[in-house]
């Protein structure tokens, strides 16, 4: 597995995740390193070996077309996790730990996240699985990463279900995404504008409302006809994300009676709620 992705996106916490999850982890290694890093792995019998590439490696980054061809005539095909997040996040976080990109230079440090996205554009575009941190704290990262590399059955799909307010934005790393506008809002009943979809009284409210059983009953029998075709093309990870205005009552309790129909079905399902507490 290869941890890459922009400065600041939440690469160390992926690694960290991954740590704690029994990987053996390899922060910023010199990609022309890599090969000789597999076989001593191989021989060593560690099955599980993440390591972490960032442009701080600079010209030594550059080099990873040809150790890719090194390790494809190894017969090894590395895995790549890609970690990136919007200007703004990054500029948040750059400015709250008082450090410089490392392509910022002299110059601004929006000109350091421009040179970094250019430099790694051909490796986001094949990465093999790609998450947006934007919206998402070291817990809830580190959360995702457990539920997708944590497991071991590499003949289940792991289903992450993600609810999500339109106003804070799309889910850029989703793979499914559904609007639940159409029913009733229970910000407008004022005993139940205060609660969230996790509370009973909030759910009962929205799985109630005409069309929520239909939405469901659709929802199960599309993933029934997509899960089989995500595992013939080598698809372990899928994430649908549910959407309302703030994510604050329908497409939590959605999401979470989404997530329970898909688990009574046995498929191994976890949930994020992205925007609860933003409202």
Known sequence: MIITGLSGA???TCAHAMEDLGWFVVDN???????????????????RLAVGLDVRSRDMFEQLPVVFAQLDAQGVTPEILFL?????????????SRRPL???????????????????????????????????????????????YGGSDAETLRVQVMSFGYKNGLPMDADMVFDVRFLPNPHWVPELRPQTGLSKAVSEYVLSRPGAQAFLDSFEALF???????????????????????????????S?????????????VSVLHRDLGLE
């Open 84 to 96: 990136e997040a919007s200007d703004e996040a990054i500029v948040r976080r750059q400015e709250s």
């Open 224 to 254: 029934a006809v997509v899960e089989p075709g995500y595992l013939r093309e080598g698809k372990r990870q899928v994430t649908i994300a549910i959407g309302c205005t703030g994510g604050k009552h329908r497409s939590t309790a959605i």
């Open 29 to 47: 290694l010199p990609p022309s390193l890599l090969p000789q890093l597999i076989t001593t792995a191989s021989t060593s019998g560690l099955n």
């Open 102 to 148: 490392p392509l910022q230079g002299d110059g601004r440090l929006l000109d350091g996240i421009v040179k970094e996205r250019r430099m790694l554009s051909d490796l986001r575009a094949s990465a093999d699985m790609v998450i947006d941190s934007s919206r998402l704290n070291v817990h809830q990262l580190s959360s995702r990463i457990a539920h997708i």
């Open 256 to 268: 979470e009676a989404a997530a329970a129909r898909l688990r009574e079905r046995g498929w191994q």
């Open 10 to 12: 939440g690469r160390r």
